[in-house]
């Protein structure tokens, strides 16, 4: 009898413990998608804030300065280089984007130098260049259809 109270113990415990990392594996992915629709929400939010090269702050931002001020803010820690938020993601197909997933282009002949933060309905949040300003850009817009080489998710 005790050893089959033990049993039924164990096999509680193990129940117990399957559930409970069921709850939080479910709650980490429940998690990570709101924090990335609120990493969208967080650059969109930055429109009209000045390009700076090399910044990542509302003072000024590049384009991977505010795919990295706006992950940060949204609580979770991305790389700051485009080409390192580029091998740090994983690939999604262009018909399975979701808000917050980083798109990637080529421009001035570099390829993923740029990248900008999906904000769905085929819109997305960059810092475009010098002297130009935070904006909200189509992706049915012929320019960037052209320029597009990755669509990647953190």
């Given at each position: 009898?005790?050893?089959?109270?033990?049993t039924?113990?164990?096999?509680?415990?193990?129940?117990?413990?399957?559930g409970q990392w069921?709850?939080?594996?479910t709650?980490?992915?429940?998690?990570s998608?709101?924090r990335?629709r609120?990493?969208a929400?967080i650059a969109?939010?930055m429109?009209r804030?000045?390009y700076r090269?090399?910044g990542?702050t509302?003072q000024?931002?590049?384009c991977s300065?505010?795919?990295y001020?706006?992950?940060?803010?949204?609580?979770?820690?991305v790389?700051?280089?485009t080409?390192?938020?580029?091998?740090k993601s994983?690939?999604?197909?262009?018909?399975?984007?979701?808000?917050g997933?980083?798109?990637?282009?080529n421009?001035?002949?570099?390829?993923s130098?740029?990248?900008?933060?999906y904000?769905?309905?085929?819109?997305f949040v960059?810092?475009?260049?010098s002297?130009?300003?935070v904006?909200?850009?189509?992706?049915t817009d012929?320019?960037?259809?052209?320029?597009?080489?990755?669509?990647r998710?953190?």
């Amino acid at each position: 009898m005790h050893r089959s109270g033990i049993t039924a113990s164990a096999s509680a415990v193990r129940r117990h413990a399957a559930g409970q990392w069921l709850r939080q594996h479910t709650d980490r992915r429940r998690t990570s998608g709101a924090r990335h629709r609120e990493a969208a929400e967080i650059a969109a939010s930055m429109v009209r804030k000045p390009y700076r090269y090399g910044g990542n702050t509302p003072q000024g931002f590049d384009c991977s300065g505010l795919v990295y001020f706006s992950f940060k803010r949204a609580g979770m820690d991305v790389p700051r280089s485009t080409g390192t938020q580029r091998g740090k993601s994983r690939k999604v197909s262009v018909s399975g984007l979701a808000r917050g997933d980083l798109l990637f282009f080529n421009q001035d002949g570099k390829y993923s130098s740029h990248v900008g933060i999906y904000l769905g309905d085929k819109r997305f949040v960059h810092a475009p260049s010098s002297g130009k300003r935070v904006r909200v850009d189509s992706l049915t817009d012929t320019f960037w259809q052209k320029h597009l080489v990755d669509t990647r998710r953190f």
